[in-house]
């Protein structure tokens, strides 16, 4: 049997986790959607990779606070989330959107550095004024509360 790359790996964990391909809510990173990210900031997306490839993703997306609110109020999906995000124009909030570690990786402060890192530099671009999150998993919405802790961002939450 052939072993699977680490980028094979995390795609599958993105499937287990958020089901992507079947719900069409959710955000699908494509190529199509990378590219629009990488114009609403250049620290959307990161990775932390080693020898086999990427072992950590993170996707955040920085927004306006009206639309951060139409979100938590389920008012509009992620997907909605991301088409209605402007380009070109001041932010003043972060989606959290989604953070991937292989298991083997997992408990070392990977998506804690990455996550700092992406939104000090958004921060330095766009008056951030809150962090939100809509967590699938218990570890990501540790994950969240750490990082709003370090940042002294408030977190919100959507739920369900």
């Known amino acids: 049997m052939a072993k699977i790359n680490n980028y094979e790996r995390l795609i599958e964990l993105a499937e287990q986790v958020f089901a ?3 719900d069409p809510d959710q ?3 494509n190529p199509k959607v990378r590219s629009r990210l990488l114009k609403v900031h250049p620290c959307t997306l990161s ?9 950590a993703w993170l996707l955040v997306i920085p927004t306006t606070e009206a ?5 938590l109020s389920t ?3 992620e997907k909605e989330l991301y088409d209605l995000t402007p380009l070109n124009q ?3 909030s972060i989606y959290l959107c989604s953070a991937l570690v292989l298991e083997e990786y997992r408990r070392k402060g ?24 809509w967590a699938f998993t218990k570890e990501g919405d540790i994950a ?6 370090l940042t002294s961002l408030p977190l919100y939450r959507r739920i369900g």
């Open 20 to 22: 992507f391909r079947t």
């Open 47 to 55: 990775e932390t990779r080693d020898e086999n490839g990427p072992v």
């Open 27 to 29: 955000l699908n990173v």
């Open 67 to 71: 639309l951060m609110n139409r979100f």
């Open 75 to 77: 008012q509009i999906s």
């Open 110 to 133: 990977i998506t804690r550095q990455m996550a700092l890192k992406a939104i000090g530099e958004i921060c330095k671009d766009h008056p951030i004024k809150s962090l939100f999150v």
């Open 90 to 92: 001041p932010y003043d």
């Open 144 to 149: 969240a509360e750490n990082i709003s802790k």
